[in-house]
């Protein structure tokens, strides 16, 4: 493997290394950020959409007359108005851009509308009259399994099936449906050009894709369709998938004016997909000293109706399935069901979560079962750089400091003793009911895509009259990636004056999801080598040795001033690519990750035994970050990641009743907030030797993989119960 590094490391202002001000920071606080749900446009008309109220049935007849005889309705769509593809989807096509013979989820669209404003939209969209055969929904994914209605199945074989432990331990486990609950909703605005064209600005993680799945289904030619990059109020894997894009660009070409949607929070718990929910068997066994000989598996996630990414979830969910550990027998069948449930897809940590929450707990049983300490265990069976991976054979190549993890985690201090009183006003329950657990988690998850996806990023990197410019259609979703990617131009060129603009899918190539914690390194790769590129062809071409804010030096001064380099029209442009990766061979062996990261996570909690009430009082981490580029916003990422995870653990679940989400609220669905927030220590693990930009790994996933393992852990040490699932609730404590 090539391990790229910046050829010099320039002391600028800002550059990598620093924590500088995010350049989006101020203007979100201040509330002057523009979002996707704040765009507007001259005669813009308002689109909504008619959706079903059951999660399987059969559409008999469709009439739009009511919503049409509406005063100010300028269209109503259906199924045949869709000029193009019928289906769309993120890795195959199979999901009706408008359900025209079945509806196979709650939420289902039917029709769009476009009126001369939001309420009148809505209104005409309550009016379609749709008659449907309602039919039973198959909402149970064992029964779905049973009846091989599947989008993939997983088998992975290495080693010795005969081998065995001396110490065996079992557990089945359950995850429930998480939402990724990003503050802002779906929203988008879609201009047409005049010309048989339109320009989307919609909430996105991918616009490239977005464009493609566009153009399909509009059945217009590539150039005909931009999507421009927009203001996202947070993603997590929300934003991955197409809903409303197709919808507001077909409004606006059949009207011929701009038609903007903004989905209100009951909508957006239908209009995106969630985590999937997980059923696992596990089995593992030991040695005497508790060092792993065998580990023995089955992972079944419910993909709900549509395929979306759960291929490739139930491949991360396998492949971690023993986690960061050194395992050399390992067996595991995996299958990702097609239900009439929610569809799911995407979400911060993409499979590899679900199946943390059960290695670790098998990890603690055998723990218990050795009498070893639940550290000490995880240390004699720690992975390190060299070993193959325990499912795929795979060697890591790039750093892993597991061992580093473990060892901060147990060099932090014990908090103080003294427990809190859960239940909000602290009079609910008496003191010696209280009990505090500490509980130990880590989590293993890879970096960019894999199974030999041709992952890259295209990057530009101008000279300007105001300094380096950096050009990427690579989403900002809150992630801080805007300022990252200047610094790292700031640190290559060596100029201290840099900024990104985000530019739409004609004017660059594609920068990839924002997603697989993939941005940093792959988009950040690209502008370091354009970066780089850029500085050596303009020291060549003026005879400098040196460039700075004010231009080109020789010997300390300057001898072609930035105003010169502006204006003869400096830029390059990049196409990076990270180390390959190949498909798996038929039992799930391979080279297929470019690069993984680890994270550990000390939980306490205060447990009321008698109520079941809890308080997550600490989460500490100690987390594999390659090189910090930028401190502070990865203790952002961080203290994020692990309120997702606590969430998870606590709190965070979807509730279906026969396929209908009975919570789509933020009411009903419970969200932590900052009294919720745990006090967290992040100690950043950096190890040179990674091919992302310095040295520099993805830091996004990792805080909420076992973070919310960390949390049931700790649950368990308190009560003494097994906690076999998440989220845990009252009765799992106290009854």
Excluded at 288 to 294: A, H, P, Q, S
Excluded at 488 to 515: F, W
Excluded at 645 to 665: F, K, Q, S, W, Y
Excluded at 700 to 705: D, N
């Amino acid at each position: 493997m090539t391990t790229r590094s910046a050829k010099r490391v320039s002391p600028v202002r800002d550059g990598v290394g620093s924590s500088p001000l995010r350049p989006d920071g101020v203007p979100k606080l201040r509330g002057e950020f523009e979002y996707a749900q704040d765009l507007t446009a001259e005669n813009m008309l308002w689109g909504a959409t008619s959706r079903s109220p059951h999660p399987h049935a059969r559409i008999l007849s469709v009439d739009i007359g009511p919503a049409l005889a509406i005063g100010g309705v300028h269209a109503v769509l259906l199924a045949d108005d869709v000029p193009g593809r019928a289906l769309f989807g993120l890795e195959h096509p199979d999901q009706p851009v408008l359900a025209s013979t079945k509806v196979n989820y709650w939420g289902e669209p039917i029709a769009i509308v476009a009126a001369e404003d939001e309420d009148t939209a809505r209104r005409a969209a309550d009016a379609v009259v749709v008659e449907y055969e309602v039919l039973e929904p198959d909402i149970d994914p064992e029964e779905a399994d049973a009846q091989d209605d599947v989008f993939r199945r997983m088998k992975i074989r290495r080693g010795d099936p005969d081998a065995a432990g001396s110490v065996v331990v079992e557990g089945v486990y359950e995850v429930g449906m998480q939402d990724q609950a990003p503050l802002g909703t779906e929203a988008g605005l879609a201009v047409p050009d005049g010309h048989g064209g339109v320009d989307l600005h919609a909430t996105s993680q991918f616009v490239h894709v977005d464009q493609e799945q566009v153009v399909a289904s509009l059945g217009l030619r590539s150039d005909q369709v931009r999507a421009h990059p927009t203001g996202v109020g947070g993603a997590f894997g929300a934003r991955e998938d197409v809903n409303l894009h197709i919808h507001l660009c077909l409004l606006a070409l059949h009207t011929g004016q701009p038609v903007k949607m903004v989905y209100d929070r009951s909508e957006s718990f239908t209009g995106h997909v969630h985590r999937h929910p997980a059923r696992m068997w596990y089995r593992h066994e030991a040695d005497d000293r508790g060092r792993l000989v065998k580990v023995e598996a089955r992972v079944l996630l419910d993909g709900g109706a549509y395929a979306s990414t759960t291929a490739a979830v139930l491949a991360n969910a396998c492949y971690f399935v023993v986690g960061p550990y050194n395992c050399d027998n390992v067996f595991v069948d995996g299958a990702g069901v097609r239900t009439n449930n929610p569809p799911c897809g995407a979400m911060r940590g993409f499979g590899a979560v679900q199946v943390c929450i059960a290695y670790e707990a098998q990890m603690d049983k055998l723990a218990e079962a050795l009498d070893i300490d639940p550290l000490e265990i995880r240390r004699r069976n720690a992975l390190h750089r060299g070993d193959p991976m325990p499912t795929t054979g795979q060697i890591i190549d790039t750093p892993l400091p597991v061992i580093d993890v473990i060892d901060s985690l147990a060099a932090m201090p014990i908090p103080d003793s003294a427990a809190t009183l859960p239940g909000g006003s602290g009079l609910t329950t008496e003191k010696e009911h209280v009990r505090r657990g500490v509980g130990y988690a880590l989590g293993l998850k890879n970096l960019g895509f894999s199974e030999g996806f041709d992952d890259y990023a295209q990057a530009r990197v101008r000279i300007t009259d105001d300094g380096a410019v950096v050009e990427t259609a690579a989403i900002e979703v809150g992630q801080g990636l805007v300022t990252v990617m200047a610094q790292i131009a700031r640190s290559a060129l060596g100029i201290s004056a840099a900024e990104v603009r985000h530019v739409d899918t004609s004017k660059i190539d594609s920068a990839g999801s924002t997603s697989a914690s993939r941005q940093t390194q792959v988009s950040g790769g690209a502008v370091l080598e354009a970066s780089q590129n850029l500085r050596d062809r303009i020291l060549v071409h003026h005879g400098g040795d040196d460039l700075s804010d004010d231009g080109v030096l020789s010997e300390g001064e300057v001898i072609v001033p930035m105003a010169v380099l502006a204006a003869e029209g400096w830029s390059e442009t990049v196409t990076f690519r990270h180390p390959p990766t190949f498909a798996p061979d038929p039992d799930g062996q391979g080279t297929l990750h470019a690069d993984f990261a680890v994270a550990g996570h000390r939980a306490v909690v205060d447990v009321d035994t008698e109520l079941g009430l809890l308080t997550v009082v600490r989460v500490d981490t100690a987390q594999d970050v390659g090189k910090a580029l930028n401190p502070e916003s990865i203790r952002g990422q961080i203290e994020g990641g692990i309120l997702q995870g606590v969430g998870l653990a606590v709190m965070e679940e979807i509730i279906t009743e026969d396929g209908v989400i009975r919570n789509p609220n933020f009411t009903d669905y419970l969200l932590p907030t900052i009294l919720d927030a745990p006090d967290v220590e992040a100690l950043l693990i950096e190890e040179d030797g990674s091919w992302g930009p310095f040295g520099a790994k993805g830091v996004g996933e990792p805080p909420t993989i076992s973070s919310t393992s960390a949390v049931l852990a700790a649950v368990r040490q308190a009560t003494g119960r097994e906690i076999p699932r998440a989220p845990v609730r009252p009765e799992d404590i106290a009854l």
